[in-house]
């Protein structure tokens, strides 16, 4: 009997058993729509992800202070970012940028809602790709210079404190001191270092005189954060080591002691969150593959109970000249087709899923081809596996006993 | 010439528990092509395991059995189960059909299993069918046809491999007798093709279409009409 015969007689004993093959096939079903979704759903949080990490561009390189090797002090100072900002210093660095950060409460009229306030210089905003407004204007350098009290806030603030009202030339009040809205941003959705929509900024100088009076050890005004944005990508590593070396000297680090500062690029925040995305798309694909594996188990329960019901069926089988390898594929092509077709089937499901899901949670999901041939391979390794030894104990069955079977 | 089926010595215990059951202690028969042959004797007395030894369902525990000159006794299940396949065809009391499964379809089967194409397969089986009187019932399945027709499709399954050996268990245990005496004239006419039949029966009437009855007995055999009537003993017992 070859291949082709025993597939039909596979389908057909399937066939005749309508309702309790879909139900076994269920649980394959179940099992590749939750590999399907969770991985192609993973798939689209990472390729989302890494895409605003793109968008900001991976010339970006931020610099902070390391406490544990600045003695409890902020490293950073403003004299710091002149330098590194001095076209002289190194041909790698494009412009520079700085911020302090806090929470501050901030006030409307009767609205009062505690929000992170920064300080930014006016480089901040184009460093980070920020400069859309929805109305008013940004920070500039005279606001800078001057220390002035005046404000730029993000989209999801404008609407929380002033509703419907127009915010430009409002006044809001920031730890007892009043500023005035000049600009308000469009909405941004990043979510590193904060969230731009839910900030309020105001001029880095202003910041330090009357909210972060922070010094570092040599009693300069510290600062809390650099941007430094690289000439070109390619130049982002040259400007990190550019950073380290003028920010050592500037700071007085003899060779043998540890920086005072750190270094993030943004390619190595792509490098880290790879990893994490990596991790958390296989943690989430081996708790599918864990139903799919109870699927299968489903298959065996189900194939060892057909193999008793029909031994009267194998019995005839053999008395009128099956071998035992014509009952061992046909019961095997049973859990395989069994598994396949589920499979299929949860293929659909699991996209369907997928869309659905990715829609609630705003998440382009993404099916590609090694989610889809994983999820196939799976199913169809599940029906092989689990199918063995029930076809293997159908074949083994003796003819007279199973004739005699009742 | 040599014979179509020859037991030496045939013995068969199965271990049931602590207990060994002798199903046979030692039967000598030999069946010649074309015979037409009864086996009869109560229950337990070790007709069907002779009837499972003769139709290659089972070995025995000890002595040969040679089908054409070739030594059964060791056989393989898969060589057992092509020579089932290729030269005997099974008739059951309780007929054996495949459940859901159309007259055509059942009566291809053991051509399934012998390699032939779908469409040799179909022609065959339907021409096995017509000759049982069943032509126009192809598509039937099981629930669909009476007992009689069940056990002519049965017939038909059997005979469809063209085999020169038809062994019937109780073949109309399960049929009233009117439809009895119609299975039996189908089982006469074949023999007068030339086909050898044995069947199994505890029914004397129906032991009577033979025309070698042999009686079996706690495991041996205690009668067979041919040595007495054609009063030849001597040969049958002297080895050659």
Redesign the interface.
């Given at each position: 009997m070859n291949f082709s015969e025993s597939f039909l007689t596979a389908l057909d004993s399937l066939q005749s058993n309508k309702l309790r093959s879909a139900l076994t096939m269920l649980g394959v079903i179940i099992g590749v729509a939750a590999v399907i979704a969770l991985l192609s759903i993973g798939n689209g949080v990472t390729a989302s992800i890494t895409d605003e990490i793109e968008s900001i561009g991976t010339n970006l390189i931020t610099v902070s202070t390391d406490r544990e090797n600045s003695g409890g002090y902020n490293a950073l100072s403003l004299s710091d970012l002149e330098v590194l900002g001095d076209p002289l210093s190194s041909n790698a660095i494009e412009d520079v940028a700085a911020a302090s950060s806090g929470a501050q409460n901030v006030v409307y009229g009767s609205e009062s809602l505690n929000l992170t306030v920064s300080g930014v210089t006016e480089s901040f905003f184009p460093i980070n790709n920020m400069t859309d407004l929805l109305a008013g204007d940004l920070i500039y350098e005279p606001d800078v210079e001057t220390g002035a009290r005046v404000a730029v806030i993000g989209s999801t603030v404008a609407s929380d404190l002033f509703g419907a009202e127009f915010p430009i030339g409002e006044s809001i009040k920031v730890n007892g001191v009043s500023y005035e809205v000049v600009g308000v941003l469009t909405e941004s959705g990043q979510g590193f270092g904060g969230n731009p929509d839910e900030t309020v900024y105001i001029p880095l100088t202003t910041a330090q005189q009357r909210l972060y009076p922070d010094r570092t050890r040599s009693g300069e005004r510290a600062v809390s954060t650099i941007y430094v944005q690289a000439a070109s990508e390619d130049l982002a590593e040259q400007a990190t080591e550019d950073i380290t070396a003028i920010l050592r000297e500037q700071h007085g680090i003899t060779y043998n002691d540890e920086d005072d500062f750190t270094i993030i690029s943004q390619t190595d925040l792509l490098a880290t969150f790879d990893v994490i995305s990596t991790t958390l798309t296989l943690f989430l694909g081996a708790v599918a593959g864990i139903s799919l594996l109870v699927g299968g188990i489903g298959i065996m329960n189900i194939m060892l109970v057909s193999v008793t019901e029909r031994t009267r069926e194998i019995g005839i089988r053999k008395a009128i000249g099956a071998l035992r390898r014509d009952i061992l594929t046909q019961f095997l092509l049973e859990s395989v087709v069994l598994s396949l077709v589920g499979g299929f089937a949860g293929i659909i499901l699991g996209w369907i899923i997928s869309v659905v899901a990715g829609g609630y949670l705003d998440v382009t999901s993404i099916i590609d081809a090694s989610t889809v041939t994983l999820a196939v391979g799976f199913a169809a390794g599940v029906g092989l596996i689990f199918g063995i030894y029930p076809a293997w104990r159908a074949s083994s069955l003796r003819p007279i006993e199973a004739l005699r079977y009742e | 010439m040599s014979h179509l089926m020859e037991l030496s010595n045939i013995t068969k215990s199965y271990e049931m528990g602590t207990q060994i059951v002798h199903a046979l202690r030692g039967v000598n028969l030999t069946i010649d092509e074309g015979e037409y042959v009864s086996i009869m004797g109560p229950s337990g007395s070790g007709k069907s395991t002779l009837m499972?030894i003769i139709g290659c369902?089972?070995i025995p525990t000890d002595g040969i059995y040679k089908l054409d000159g070739i030594d059964l006794s060791h056989m393989s299940?898969?060589e057992q189960?092509?020579i089932?396949?290729?030269r005997i065809g099974?008739v059951?009391q309780q007929f054996?059909?495949?459940?859901?499964?159309t007259a055509l379809k059942q009566v291809s089967?053991?051509l399934?299993?012998?390699?032939l194409s779908r469409k040799e397969r179909e022609e065959r089986a339907a021409a096995a069918l017509t000759r049982v009187g069943l032509g126009d019932r192809l598509d039937h399945k099981p629930d669909e046809l009476s007992g009689g027709q069940q056990q002519r499709v049965a017939i038909a399954?059997a005979l469809v491999?063209e085999p020169n050996i038809i062994l019937a268990d109780e073949p109309t245990g399960a049929l009233d007798t009117k439809t009895g005496e119609e299975l039996m004239d189908i089982f006469n006419e074949l023999n007068e093709q030339g086909i050898t039949i044995i069947m199994i029966t505890h029914e004397a009437e129906v032991a009577e279409h033979a025309r070698r009855q042999i009686m079996i007995r706690d495991g041996v055999i205690v009668e067979d009409s041919r040595s007495t009537l054609e009063n030849i003993p001597d040969m049958e017992l002297v080895p050659a």
């Amino acid at each position: 009997m070859n291949f082709s015969e025993s597939f039909l007689t596979a389908l057909d004993s399937l066939q005749s058993n309508k309702l309790r093959s879909a139900l076994t096939m269920l649980g394959v079903i179940i099992g590749v729509a939750a590999v399907i979704a969770l991985l192609s759903i993973g798939n689209g949080v990472t390729a989302s992800i890494t895409d605003e990490i793109e968008s900001i561009g991976t010339n970006l390189i931020t610099v902070s202070t390391d406490r544990e090797n600045s003695g409890g002090y902020n490293a950073l100072s403003l004299s710091d970012l002149e330098v590194l900002g001095d076209p002289l210093s190194s041909n790698a660095i494009e412009d520079v940028a700085a911020a302090s950060s806090g929470a501050q409460n901030v006030v409307y009229g009767s609205e009062s809602l505690n929000l992170t306030v920064s300080g930014v210089t006016e480089s901040f905003f184009p460093i980070n790709n920020m400069t859309d407004l929805l109305a008013g204007d940004l920070i500039y350098e005279p606001d800078v210079e001057t220390g002035a009290r005046v404000a730029v806030i993000g989209s999801t603030v404008a609407s929380d404190l002033f509703g419907a009202e127009f915010p430009i030339g409002e006044s809001i009040k920031v730890n007892g001191v009043s500023y005035e809205v000049v600009g308000v941003l469009t909405e941004s959705g990043q979510g590193f270092g904060g969230n731009p929509d839910e900030t309020v900024y105001i001029p880095l100088t202003t910041a330090q005189q009357r909210l972060y009076p922070d010094r570092t050890r040599s009693g300069e005004r510290a600062v809390s954060t650099i941007y430094v944005q690289a000439a070109s990508e390619d130049l982002a590593e040259q400007a990190t080591e550019d950073i380290t070396a003028i920010l050592r000297e500037q700071h007085g680090i003899t060779y043998n002691d540890e920086d005072d500062f750190t270094i993030i690029s943004q390619t190595d925040l792509l490098a880290t969150f790879d990893v994490i995305s990596t991790t958390l798309t296989l943690f989430l694909g081996a708790v599918a593959g864990i139903s799919l594996l109870v699927g299968g188990i489903g298959i065996m329960n189900i194939m060892l109970v057909s193999v008793t019901e029909r031994t009267r069926e194998i019995g005839i089988r053999k008395a009128i000249g099956a071998l035992r390898r014509d009952i061992l594929t046909q019961f095997l092509l049973e859990s395989v087709v069994l598994s396949l077709v589920g499979g299929f089937a949860g293929i659909i499901l699991g996209w369907i899923i997928s869309v659905v899901a990715g829609g609630y949670l705003d998440v382009t999901s993404i099916i590609d081809a090694s989610t889809v041939t994983l999820a196939v391979g799976f199913a169809a390794g599940v029906g092989l596996i689990f199918g063995i030894y029930p076809a293997w104990r159908a074949s083994s069955l003796r003819p007279i006993e199973a004739l005699r079977y009742e | 010439m040599s014979h179509l089926m020859e037991l030496s010595n045939i013995t068969k215990s199965y271990e049931m528990g602590t207990q060994i059951v002798h199903a046979l202690r030692g039967v000598n028969l030999t069946i010649d092509e074309g015979e037409y042959v009864s086996i009869m004797g109560p229950s337990g007395s070790g007709k069907s395991t002779l009837m499972n030894i003769i139709g290659c369902l089972d070995i025995p525990t000890d002595g040969i059995y040679k089908l054409d000159g070739i030594d059964l006794s060791h056989m393989s299940d898969d060589e057992q189960a092509r020579i089932r396949n290729q030269r005997i065809g099974f008739v059951f009391q309780q007929f054996n059909l495949l459940p859901r499964t159309t007259a055509l379809k059942q009566v291809s089967l053991p051509l399934m299993y012998a390699g032939l194409s779908r469409k040799e397969r179909e022609e065959r089986a339907a021409a096995a069918l017509t000759r049982v009187g069943l032509g126009d019932r192809l598509d039937h399945k099981p629930d669909e046809l009476s007992g009689g027709q069940q056990q002519r499709v049965a017939i038909a399954r059997a005979l469809v491999v063209e085999p020169n050996i038809i062994l019937a268990d109780e073949p109309t245990g399960a049929l009233d007798t009117k439809t009895g005496e119609e299975l039996m004239d189908i089982f006469n006419e074949l023999n007068e093709q030339g086909i050898t039949i044995i069947m199994i029966t505890h029914e004397a009437e129906v032991a009577e279409h033979a025309r070698r009855q042999i009686m079996i007995r706690d495991g041996v055999i205690v009668e067979d009409s041919r040595s007495t009537l054609e009063n030849i003993p001597d040969m049958e017992l002297v080895p050659a």
